[in-house]
């Protein structure tokens, strides 16, 4: 299974951002997916995901500005960023993960988005 992120940039606060999220090389559908963020000298963390059924769930730093979303047939989810700060700066890496009998996770190679003041 391959994971592609793209859509990472460099933008001033107050801007808006649209990551993209790919899975390729099996013909099983996505379960859920979770976009995550790592910042420079801080630890991975959960910024957003979305079920199966398409619950979504949302980090309290993100809620109201990002909107996770995902396509199904296309094995493909998004991330929109709104009202861009400069702390949400970071490599954002795309989570995606089946349910095969058991847990099976995947994970991207991650993109770059940085915001400036």
């Known amino acids: 299974v391959q994971v592609v992120e793209s859509g990472g940039d460099l933008v001033r606060a107050g801007e808006s951002l649209r990551l993209s999220c790919k899975a390729s090389?099996?013909?099983?559908?996505?379960?859920?997916v979770g976009w995550y963020r790592q910042s420079l000298g801080k630890e991975r963390e959960l910024v957003a995901a979305?079920?199966?059924?398409?619950?979504?769930d949302y980090n309290d730093s993100v809620k109201g500005r990002f909107t996770i979303s995902r396509d199904t047939a296309e094995n493909a989810a998004y991330l929109q960023m709104n009202s861009l700060k400069p702390e949400d700066t970071g490599v954002y890496y795309c989570?995606?993960?089946?349910?095969?009998?058991?847990?099976?996770?995947?994970w991207g190679q991650g993109t770059q988005v940085t915001v400036s003041s």
């Open positions: 989570n995606v993960r089946y349910a095969l009998g058991s847990w099976y996770d995947f």
């Open positions: 090389g099996t013909p099983f559908t996505i379960n859920a």
């Open positions: 979305i079920s199966s059924t398409g619950s979504a």
